[in-house]
């Protein structure tokens, strides 16, 4: 049975995550010492929340965080149904006021078919922003993965999948 504190501590990684997909926060980019985020995320849900024409990418059943040796870098990798091939996206850290919530920011620019079917190549960029909390003795991911169909000319259409997990193994806190 979940605690108050730790409904509210779920509540608020949802919101940083919002927050962060947004753009408009006062946390800041990590340069070194950062939070904890790195780690491997059991998906226990997965929402597509708006769709356009194309595939989008994808996760396994697990989501691996790979946070890089000084801290501050974070890199994963999503599954282009496409092409059967996976794309890694990379970026940073981000450090809010809450000691028990960490974000991060990751992203690529990638070119391929829209669908199977579809010989024309188009541009995308795909953006993962997100949180992990550290509740109890497991981190928890909550985020958000916007693929953006970049056009030259028209309106781009945007994908865009939010995933929720827990770490798959127990944490060390953050």
């Known amino acids: 049975m979940r605690t108050f504190e730790s409904v509210i501590r779920c509540v608020a990684a949802i919101l940083l995550g919002a927050v962060l997909v947004a753009g408009c926060n ?26 356009c024409a194309f595939e989008p990418w994808l996760f396994g059943p697990t989501i691996e965080l790979v946070q890089s040796e000084d801290t ?16 890694t996206l990379a970026g940073q850290v981000i450090r809010p006021d809450d000691p028990k919530i960490a974000g991060f ?46 056009v030259t000319q028209g309106q781009s259409c945007q994908s865009v999948l939010q995933v929720v997990g827990r770490e798959a193994s127990g944490g060390t806190g953050p």
């Open 105 to 150: 920011q990751m992203r690529t620019e990638t070119s391929r078919q829209a669908t199977r079917n579809d010989p024309t190549v188009g541009r995308f960029e795909l953006i993962f922003n997100g949180s992990v909390s550290h509740e109890e003795d497991r981190a928890q991911l909550n985020a958000t993965l916007t693929m953006t169909e970049l």
């Open 26 to 51: 006062d946390a800041e980019i990590c340069e070194r010492d950062c939070p904890r985020v790195g780690g491997i995320f059991q998906v226990d849900s997965s929402t597509m929340t708006q769709s």
């Open 72 to 87: 501050a870098g974070v890199r994963t990798s999503v599954i282009d149904p496409v092409n059967q091939l996976p794309v």
